[in-house]
């Protein structure tokens, strides 16, 4: 069973996953950040591979992966950084990209190299599920890597049902149809969208992400919910200085109510 | 060999929908219903009353006598320069508008990189009293001040892109993240045959008016609707895929795209997409794009606004790889000789993008009986500071 199933079977409630772009604020603050992250009780990581053209990210996402870009950050960079990843951070760990770059490193070449290094799986919100199960599909379980699909209030019954059938680790439950870094809308349609999903009986946990950046919005998330992601409140913590002291704060403000 | 798109979204292996979730159900939609609506009479009705009534159309083929003393071939001239707006992309936003209007949407969204389709949608929001959002790059909008105002006399809002490098790329990655915010009742208007299927497909489709006059044109102009050569510039590729649409399975007809080789092609300063690109995946189609070893897509230069993308639609990708059109490039100086060339022998003063066209005829060798198309995509008065510097005017 692989890292990310067994989180899930030890804990189903209130799991905490952090986002962070990969060669930010520096290009090797990579795997000292994950350590850090770990140590401060995040339960799993997403580590983004930058993308000159980030569609689904709002304004901070975006400048972290310019910035990474400009440091110098690459795939086979970020591949040689991630060799010492297990002998350093035991939590589960994803990979969050854009398709382009992958396409380019190679598909079977980049989930080999994922595997070897102890990485647990992708998000590629770029990559079709059409795309995925004819020409991906086999690779990606050859290499024992779940491959993690986005869900939207706007996506169907039917489709969720397909989603849950073809993802073996979670699913990312978006709370609104939102690039990131928006706030979480708390009222009554938040509720009903989340409650509709719950009431789905996925066969995944699911993870809400965009829109979750304090202890009110991940309390909320983790009501219906397994857990949440908080990604464009950490990286902004990572652009502020002394930012490696500041972490464990920081997750236990997202836990526990100020 | 098929040319068009199939029941997938591929042309070969280009196309698709590379798409976030998020942006899925408002594609869907727009797949399952753009062909029922584009081939409903009523529609069809409306769509040609309006080119005619509103556009102009049909516009002019017209013979360049001196131009082709000059060449010695016959070249004619596809005047969409004459169009209202003064270039092809109205074809394409008067057809969306009408799809938008059957969709039931109330918000518009286009973007634009010399502000040619911003003027054309906003025009056609105009038209039907509906909101429009432009978004521009911040350096084009410095860039192109007159094409701005222009949007905002007709009421569109303009909103300057000031993420990655201010220009058309990032303005068309604002308009995608705008529909990802808004997805149920705003139709995205893209201005050029890329993007996610349908996309390509259905600009192609609204553009192909361009080459369906042109085939009776030649007709009663020659006697033979299959000319020898046609010619069109190529950014993302609108204006010549409706130039080659009726062409495609004419295999007489010698199709050539020219593409914007910018300062030169080994200069770093290009937009020449088929010879510096590689496979790749780009705002929402799979085709060829100009981009690092890493796949971070690069910014391309052209002196024409309407060329710099560094990307073409995946038809375009897919007739380059399949060889049935000649992909070539021109350069800036190339370009700004040609548009010069034809006011002086013709009087008319061609858009930079159609220059490149044009400077093409010098590259070409003839025997004196050739007929020759070229699509003459837009007039030039959007250009004019850029021909008064070049040529100290």
Redesign the interface.
Known sequence: MNRINKLFEQKNKSVLSIYFTAGYPALNDTLDIAEALEKAGADFLEIGIP??????D??VI?NSS?TS?SNGM???VLLEQLKDLRKRVSIPVFLMG????????GVERFCEACSEVGVDGMII????M??YEELYQDCFKKHNLSNV????P???DE?IRHIDELTNGFIYL?SS???TG?NLDLSLKTDEYFSRIKNMNLKNPAIVGFGISDHASFSKASEYAHGAIVGTAFVKLLATENYQEKIPAFIQSLKNPA | MSYQVNE?GYYGVFG???????L??NVKELREKYLEYIQDPKFQEEYLQLLKDYVGRPSPLYLAERLSAKYGAKIYLKREDLNHTGAHKINNTVGQILLAERLGKKRIIAETGAGQHGVATATVCALKGLECIVYMGAVDIERQAPNVARMKMMGATVIPAT??SQTL??AT?EA??DW??N??DTHYIIGSVVGPHPYPDMVARFQSIISEETKWQLLEKTGTSSPDYVLACVGGGSNAMGMFYHFLDDEHAKLIAIEAAGKGVNTGESAATTLLG???????SRSI?M?T?????VEPYSISAGLDYPGIGPQHAHLHTSKRALYVSITDDEAMQAGLELAKLEGIIPAIESSHALAYLSKMEFKGDETVVVCLSGRGDKDLSTYMTYFGL
């Open positions: 993308y000159s053209d980030p569609l689904a709002g304004p975006q310019l870009i690459t795939i086979k854009y398709f382009n770059p992958v396409l380019q490193y919100p770029d990559l079709p059409y795309e699909f986005l869900i939207t706007q996506t169907s489709r978006l149809a939102s690039t928006k | 997938k698709g929908a590379y798409i976030p979730e998020m899925y159900p993420s990655g790329k990032d990655n995608l993240r990802i915010n997805p149920t590689k496979e790749g995946v780009l705002h929402g794009v981009q070893e890493d796949g971070q897509v």
